[in-house]
C-alpha cells in the first residue's frame, strides 16, 4: 500500500506564539499558578519565552530513586555559583522541545508519553515486563552534544547561552510539554514549569491532573495535535500510549502579555536547518553539515570507509526504512521514518539522512546509537572507560564474562541489555546488569554508566560553566536502547550504523540493512556470548516487517 509523502509542516508566526503563551496565562492565572513558559519549534529553536510574576525559577529533581546518587534530589540553581540561573525556565524549554522533537505528521507525542516509556517495566508498574522501548532517551538532545548543535542562541539572563537544536535538560519526561500542530500541520511545542519538581508519573495508572498540563492544553487551543494522530491512538505490543489526562479547559480569550527582560519576545520560525534531499530514490532532508558523506577520519590500521561507501550504506537503510511498516505512526500501514548515522572507528559523524518526516529527536539519537556499537566493539573500550573514571562498571562487566578488549561485536541492543536495573531484562528480584545501578538505587535520573559518564559535563553547565562534549567517550554520550550494529571488514572493526525515529525493531532492521556488505563475522557477535546463562541479543525484527 502506497501512502503520500507527508505535507510540509506549517512554520510559528510571532502572533501564534504571542496567543500560545497568552493561552497558558490565562489558564495559569484560573488555576493559581504562576509559570514559566516556553515555545519552540519542530528543531528546538526557542521562539517565545515568558516568567509570570512570582514564577517559581528552581527545580528540584526527582524521580523516585535514591536522593543523592546520580540527578536525584539535586536542586537547580546551584548555590553557589549559578544562583541567578532560572532553572525552571530550562525545565519549561526541555518539556516544549521534547513534545516537538517526538512529533511529526504521523505521530503526536508528549511528555507524558515520553515518561510512559522510558520506565524499568512497560507499561509502567506492571512487574516482569521489558523495560520501556526507550528506555534511556531522556539522555539525549543534551547541550553539551556535539551533533545538533549550531550557532548558540543568545537568551535574556538569567538564562545560559544554548545551542540551537538541544534541550538544556535533555528529553523530558515531566508532564507539562504538549506539541503545536497548525493547520494540523507540525509546527513546535509548548513547555510549562512552576511547581518546583523537575519528575516523571511513575503511575500513570491513577490518571492525574497537574497543573502545569491543564496550563499547556490551554495553550493548545487552536494549534492541538490531530486526534488521529495523538499517543493515545497508537499502540505497541497492544498497550496504549497515553497523550494527556487533560481532555479540555475553558475557552476564554488569551490574556494580554508584557515581555520583559526575563524573557524571549515572540518571533518567527526561523529556516530550517534541513534541506530536501533524494538518496537512492527515497525523499528525506539532510543537514549540509553531515551530507553529502565524507571519508573516514581516523581509519583503523587498513582503509576505513571512503565517503562512496558512506553513501551506499545510508542508501541500503534508507530503502530499507521506505518499505519497513511503521511500528509508531498513523496510519496504520505508513512506513517507517527515521534518521540514519554512519561513524567511524573514532565516532567520527561520516553522513546523516533522513526519511521525510521522520522526528527530530532521532537525529542525535541516532548518532549516540551508532557511536555507542562501535566503542563498546573496539579493544580500546575497558581501557577508555577506566580514564573516565567508570572502572566500577568494566570490573562489573568482567566479572560477568564480559571483557571489553574488541573480540565481542556489540550492537545497542546487546550493550542496552546489560544496562537494565533487572538482568534478563524485566525478570524482577534478579540482578541489574553490570552497566546499571541496583533498583534500590535507580531512577531515570540515576540508570548507571550512561549518566555517569555525562554527569560531570551536566554539573558543568549546571553551575554556569561550558563545555563542548558530553562525555570522553563519546561527544554527545552513549545510548542505552536499540538501533545501530557495528560495521567490520573481515575482523576489522571500522565503523558503526545507528538509526532512530520508529519502534527499536523497525530501528534494528533498518540497521542491520543499512550495514550490507560491512557486517561482522557471526562468530563474533555478541547473540554469540552468554551472561548467567542468558545469550545477549545482537538486533531483533518485527514481525511483519514490511508494507509490501
Known amino acids: 500500500m502506497a501512502f503520500a509523502a507527508p505535507a510540509e509542516p506549517q512554520t ?87 513534545a516537538a522533537f517526538f512529533s511529526t505528521q504521523g505521530n503526536a507525542f508528549t511528555t507524558r508519553t515520553a515518561g510512559f516509556i522510558i520506565q524499568p517495566h512497560f507499561p509502567p508498574l506492571i512487574r516482569n515486563t521489558s523495560s520501556g522501548p526507550l528506555f534511556g532517551v531522556q539522555f539525549s538532545q543534551l547541550p553539551c552534544g556535539d551533533v545538533i548543535p549550531s550557532p548558540g ?26 506539541p503545536l500542530y497548525k493547520n494540523g500541520h507540525a509546527a513546535g511545542g509548548v ?16 490518571l492525574d491532573v497537574t497543573n502545569e498540563e491543564l496550563i499547556a492544553v490551554a495553550a493548545t487551543r487552536g494549534y492541538e495535535a490531530p486526534a488521529f494522530i495523538r499517543g493515545d491512538q497508537i499502540l505497541v505490543n497492544g498497550i496504549r500510549f497515553p497523550f494527556s489526562n487533560v481532555d479540555q479547559t475553558p475557552v476564554v480569550p488569551p490574556a494580554a502579555v508584557t515581555f520583559g527582560p526575563q524573557d524571549v519576545a515572540p518571533m518567527d ?55 519497513t511498516r511503521a511500528g509508531i505512526r498513523r496510519p496504520l500501514g505508513d512506513v517507517a521514518r527515521v534518521n540514519i548515522t554512519i561513524v567511524d572507528r573514532a565516532g567520527n559523524v561520516l553522513g546523516i539522512f533522513r526519511t521525510q518526516d521522520a522526528p527530530t529527536f532521532g537525529f542525535d539519537v541516532s548518532a549516540q546509537k551508532a557511536r555507542t556499537a562501535v566503542f563498546f566493539s573496539s579493544k580500546e573500550a575497558g581501557t577508555e572507560l577506566r580514564g573516565a573514571m567508570q572502572g566500577a562498571f568494566v570490573d562489573a562487566a568482567r566479572r560477568e564474562g564480559v571483557e571489553l ?11 542496552g541489555f546489560l544496562s537494565r536495573p533487572f538482568f534478563p531484562d524485566g525478570i524482577d528480584g534478579t540482578f541489574h546488569g553490570p552497566f546499571s545501578v541496583p533498583i534500590g538505587d535507580f531512577s531515570i535520573f540515576n540508570d548507571g554508566l550512561q549518566l555517569d559518564l555525562v554527569l560531570p559535563a551536566l554539573k558543568a553547565l549546571f553551575s554556569g560553566g561550558t563545555t563542548s562534549n558530553c562525555s570522553p567517550i563519546s561527544g554527545n554520550g552513549i545510548q542505552i536502547f536499540p538501533g545501530s550494529v557495528p560495521l567490520y571488514r573481515g575482523l576489522t572493526l571500522i565503523g558503526g550504523a545507528g538509526v532512530s525515529g520508529d519502534g527499536v525493531d523497525q530501528d534494528d532492521i533498518i540497521s542491520f540493512a543499512a550495514s550490507r556488505g560491512f557486517r ?19 538486533v531483533k525484527f518485527p514481525r511483519r516487517p514490511t508494507t509490501r
Not at 581516523?298 to 534508507?318: F, K, S, W
Not at 578488549?405 to 550493550?415: E, I, L, M, P
Request: without cysteine; glycine residues 14%.
Open 520 to 538: 561482522p563475522p557471526v562468530n563474533v557477535r555478541s547473540d554469540r556470548v552468554k551472561v548467567r546463562g542468558v545469550r545477549l541479543p545482537f
Open 191 to 206: 513547555g510549562v514549569e512552576g511547581n518546583g519538581r523537575y519528575t516523571v508519573d511513575l503511575n500513570p495508572t491513577d
Open 269 to 323: 520560525t526561523p529556516p530550517s536547518r534541513f534541506v530536501p534531499a533524494t538518496l537512492g530514490g527515497v525523499q528525506g532532508t539532510v543537514d549540509p553539515r553531515y551530507f553529502p558523506p565524507r571519508d573516514s577520519i581516523d581509519p583503523p590500521p587498513g582503509p576505513g570507509l571512503t565517503a562512496t561507501q558512506v553513501q551506499r550504506l545510508l542508501t541500503q537503510g534508507a530503502r530499507q526504512a521506505n518499505r
Open 405 to 415: 578488549n574488541g573480540r565481542v561485536a556489540f550492537s545497542d541492543r546487546a550493550q
Open 153 to 178: 542562541l543568545t537568551l535574556p539572563p538569567p538564562l545560559p547561552p544554548l545551542p540551537m537544536g538541544t534541550l538544556p535538560l535533555g528529553l523530558s519526561a515531566d508532564p507539562g510539554g504538549l
Open 12 to 98: 510559528l508566526t510571532a502572533a501564534d506564539v504571542t496567543r500560545v503563551i497568552g493561552q497558558a496565562v490565562t489558564e495559569a492565572q484560573r488555576v493559581g499558578l504562576p509559570v514559566n513558559i516556553a515555545v519552540l519549534d519542530r528543531e528546538g529553536n526557542v521562539l517565545g519565552t515568558h516568567v509570570m510574576a512570582g514564577a517559581d525559577q528552581s527545580i528540584t529533581i526527582e524521580g523516585g530513586g535514591k536522593v543523592g546518587e546520580g540527578l536525584e534530589g539535586l536542586t537547580l540553581p546551584l548555590k553557589p555559583p549559578a544562583p541567578q540561573l532560572n532553572a525552571a525556565m530550562l525545565a519549561a524549554l526541555s518539556k516544549g522541545g521534547t
